[in-house]
């Protein structure tokens, strides 16, 4: 059989400026060496961090757009979902995933729905109850704590903190809906944040030093790292340690150029290290 690059389908929007999204997971995972395919869920001129954003809809293109994958008998060896517009694009998501996915394809969802016991504007709750089915398609899910309590419908716990028994709880609840693999990204302690990895009925808990405060397109980074690692064969752990790591070191050098949070990762600095 003829060999091929790993490929990914990235389902997100492309955004101008800013760094999140599209614009960081093409070249991380070009830079893990897997070839990135775009399906766009809209253009934006800068992300909705800024005060003044254009934003172009792409629902309507998208079906046309993938049924020219399809046409072209385009495949994936994994498809990444991220920032979505509305229930419709929620919908036509599962039906990317229905038609594309092969049994060696890994559905990677990571659920952007809020942040700090939040939902972001764009969001309702219709829209949130959508995303829980796309849950039963995905082999690994990466939901931060507020995304986390809104998929299994619970509260946001006071004040963001959780035990570990509990997020394993969580972790728990969320695989028996589908994914087999689960990460809780982001949870905030004092000097330090804890990732929470789950599979096989085992949590495990991972932390990394604090570096500055929120910064857009951390998520982004964070899901494409994973995916990217574990495409190339990677175990969850090795895929979550080597994206925290690296989304340190960039976080560090936003740090030294003093860069406004709502500008992402300098990530370019370290792409080269990235493997
Ligand atoms: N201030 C920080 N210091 C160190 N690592 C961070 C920091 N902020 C984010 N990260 C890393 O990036 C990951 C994703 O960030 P998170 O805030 O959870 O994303 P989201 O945007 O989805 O809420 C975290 O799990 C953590 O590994
Ligand atoms: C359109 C869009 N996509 C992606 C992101 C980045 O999300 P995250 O910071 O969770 O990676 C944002 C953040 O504001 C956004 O507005």
Redesign the pocket.
Known sequence: MRRRQKRIALI??I?GF?R??VA?ELPLISAMKIQACPLPT?I?SV???FEHHYLDDYTARMKPYMDSWEKNQLSFDGICT??LGSVKQIAIVEEFIRRFKQPYTRVMVDP?MG?NGKLYSSYNMEMCAEMRRLLAYADLVTPNLTEACILLDIPYPKDGQVTNEELEYMASELASQGPSQVIITGLHGEDSLRNFIYEAGRGKVLTVEKVGGD???????FAAIVAGSLINGESLEEAAVKAAEFIKKCLGYAVKLDLPW?YGLPFEEYLRELK
């Open positions: 997100n929007d955004t800013g999140c999204s960081v809209a934006l992300h909705t961090g991220g920032f952007v942040d910064r857009s397109g951390t998520g982004d980074a709502n």
